[in-house]
C-alpha cells in the first residue's frame, strides 16, 4: 500500500523545538523510520511538509485528484485545533485520513483538546512520538483490508 505522510505547521522544525514535548529526532530522522516501516511491511510512503494551509489543502486535493495514495496521514499541527478549510478538504476526498499527533494533545493546553480534524477522519493517535506514525499505519492498513 502507498501512503502520504503530510506534517503541517511548525512540524518542520521538530527536533529542535520544544524537545521535552516532541523529542530531539529531526522531522526528516522520523520520516526515515516510518519509511523503513514501511518498506519492512511491503508498503511505501511519500512525504509532504508545509507551514501553510492552503499549501495542504492543496495536497489533499491532488492526493485524491491523482489517486496516488491508499490512505494518508495528518499531523496538522495547530491547525488541527481550527482549521475548517483543513476539514473540508478532508472531507471533500475519499481517501481515509488519520489524524496523527506526536504529543499526548489531551493532557496538555485546553485549546489542544478539541480538534476540527477528528470527526472526518478515520481514527486518531496521539501521545507515542514518532511511534504515532506507526499505529496510525497499523490502524489504516487494518482498515483498508476490510
Ligand atoms: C502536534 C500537537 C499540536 O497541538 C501542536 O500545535 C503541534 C504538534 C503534535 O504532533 O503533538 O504543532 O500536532
Same mark, same amino acid.
Given at each position: 500500500?502507498?501512503?502520504?505522510?503530510?506534517?503541517?505547521?511548525?512540524?518542520? @522544525?521538530?527536533?529542535?523545538?520544544?524537545?521535552?514535548? #516532541?523529542?530531539? +529526532?529531526?522531522? /526528516?530522522? &522520523?520520516?526515515?523510520?516510518?519509511?523503513?516501516?514501511?518498506?519492512?511491511?511491503?508498503?511505501?510512503?511519500?512525504?509532504?511538509?508545509?507551514?501553510?494551509?492552503?499549501?495542504?489543502?492543496?495536497?489533499?486535493?491532488?492526493?485524491?485528484?491523482?489517486?496516488?495514495?491508499?490512505?494518508? @496521514?495528518?499531523?496538522?499541527?495547530?491547525?488541527?485545533? #481550527?482549521?475548517? +478549510?483543513?476539514? /473540508?478538504? &478532508?472531507?471533500?476526498?475519499?481517501?481515509?485520513?488519520?489524524?496523527?499527533?506526536?504529543?499526548?494533545?489531551?493532557?496538555?493546553?485546553?485549546?489542544?483538546?478539541?480538534?476540527?480534524?477528528?470527526?472526518?477522519?478515520?481514527?486518531?493517535?496521539?501521545?507515542?512520538?514518532?511511534?504515532?506514525?506507526?499505529?496510525?499505519?497499523?490502524?489504516?492498513?487494518?482498515?483498508? +483490508?476490510?
Amino acid at each position: 500500500m502507498k501512503f502520504l505522510v503530510i506534517n503541517g505547521v511548525n512540524l518542520n @522544525l521538530t527536533g529542535k523545538r520544544e524537545k521535552g514535548v #516532541y523529542g530531539s +529526532a529531526s522531522l /526528516d530522522e &522520523i520520516n526515515e523510520k516510518i519509511a523503513a516501516y514501511c518498506a519492512a511491511n511491503g508498503d511505501q510512503a511519500d512525504f509532504y511538509q508545509s507551514n501553510i494551509e492552503g499549501e495542504l489543502v492543496n495536497k489533499l486535493h491532488e492526493a485524491f485528484l491523482d489517486k496516488a495514495y491508499d490512505g494518508i @496521514l495528518l499531523n496538522a499541527g495547530a491547525f488541527t485545533h #481550527y482549521s475548517y +478549510a483543513l476539514r /473540508d478538504a &478532508i472531507a471533500a476526498i475519499d481517501i481515509p485520513v488519520a489524524e496523527v499527533h506526536m504529543s499526548n494533545v489531551h493532557a496538555r493546553e485546553e485549546f489542544r483538546h478539541n480538534s476540527v480534524l477528528s470527526e472526518v477522519c478515520k481514527g486518531v493517535v496521539c501521545g507515542f512520538g514518532h511511534g504515532s506514525y506507526i499505529a496510525a499505519i497499523v490502524g489504516l492498513k487494518d482498515v483498508l +483490508a476490510k
